[in-house]
């Protein structure tokens, strides 16, 4: 069992900087390491992959429409839990969405994940 925790979305004006977090817990989860990532859904649009990290935080990967700008990291150590982090400043209206958290226990695999969080809007006004 992995459960996944969003946390740090919010209301933000066109140019501003948000940071999401995701922290990870469960009996599988400290014992297997899993890459995490983040996907996004804005109204009335499909459910898109935003950006992705392996465990060990050496390779990540990012949607074109955010390189740049977002920037995704973790701690493994923080306070027992794997935490997760989305850094995404010069935020523009279309990165208005509800963002989840992802986890899969390969990094390939990343982009089809197995455990997904309940999300957190972000929602930026222009």
């Known amino acids: 069992q992995v459960q996944l925790v969003e946390s740090g979305g919010g209301l933000v004006q066109a140019g501003g900087s948000l940071r999401l977090s995701c922290a990870a817990s469960g009996r599988t989860f400290s014992s297997v390491s899993y890459a995490m990532g983040w996907f996004r859904q804005a109204p009335g649009k499909e459910r898109e992959f935003v950006a992705a990290?392996?465990?060990?935080?050496?390779?990540?990967?990012?949607?074109h429409s955010v390189k740049g700008r977002f920037t995704i990291s973790r701690d493994n150590a923080k306070n027992n839990k794997n935490t997760m982090y989305l850094q995404m400043n010069s935020l523009k209206p279309e990165d208005t969405a509800v963002y989840y958290c992802?986890?899969?226990?390969?990094?390939?695999?990343?982009?089809?994940?197995?455990?997904w969080g309940q999300g957190t809007q972000v929602t930026v006004s222009s």
């Open positions: 990290i392996s465990w060990s935080g050496s390779s990540t990967d990012y949607a």
């Open positions: 992802v986890a899969h226990r390969t990094y390939g695999s990343i982009r089809s994940p197995a455990y």
